[in-house]
């Protein structure tokens, strides 16, 4: 009789062993399987932050473009007085360039990552730097309204000055 029980013992801690094995393998891939849908919403949000960082930075570009063409669409008194604004719209849009360059490229790097090449904790950093660096393009874009207020008001200075010289 204690060899039955003995042997009904051995037999349960087996199933046992068996069956905490087999939930230890379970619970693993459910966890690698959220790490890949983790991974997976990273990337996604990253590439989402990049578009709309390229989309700020474009609606900047054009509207110092349109800045610029009022000014060169000015006489070429009001041109000459306007050169060192016009000077530093240029030097803005040489920065935007780079800027759009640079979030194209990281697109295009973070559009090629499988998740052998970047580990989700490499994932989340990078998101963290972006956000910060979105931060800064969204606050560039809202300092344009200043910029352009400013602009405008120098304009009609030149406008007003050069108008005046024309009439003596």
Not at 22 to 49: G, S
Not at 75 to 102: F, N, Y
């Amino acid at each position: 009789m204690a060899t039955w029980i003995a042997l009904c013992a051995l037999i349960v801690a087996g199933l046992s062993f068996w069956n905490a094995g087999r939930a230890r393998k379970e619970v693993k891939e459910a966890r690698e399987e959220h790490n890949r849908e983790t991974w997976d919403r990273e990337r996604a949000a990253i590439l989402a932050l990049l578009d709309a960082a390229n989309a700020t930075l474009m609606q900047l570009k054009t509207h110092l473009h349109e800045m610029q063409g009022r000014c060169e669409s000015q006489p070429q008194p009001v041109q000459v007085l306007m050169h060192d604004d016009l000077e530093k719209i240029q030097g803005l849009l040489d920065q935007l360039a780079t800027s759009h360059e640079r979030y194209g490229n990281s697109k295009t790097k973070f559009s090629g990552y499988r998740r052998d090449d970047i580990s989700l904790e490499q994932l989340i950093a990078a998101h963290a730097q972006i956000k910060g660096n979105v931060a800064v393009a969204d606050a560039l874009r809202r300092t344009a309204d200043h910029i352009s207020q400013y602009f405008d008001r120098r304009l009609e200075e030149a406008i007003e000055y050069s108008t005046g010289l024309h009439t003596r």
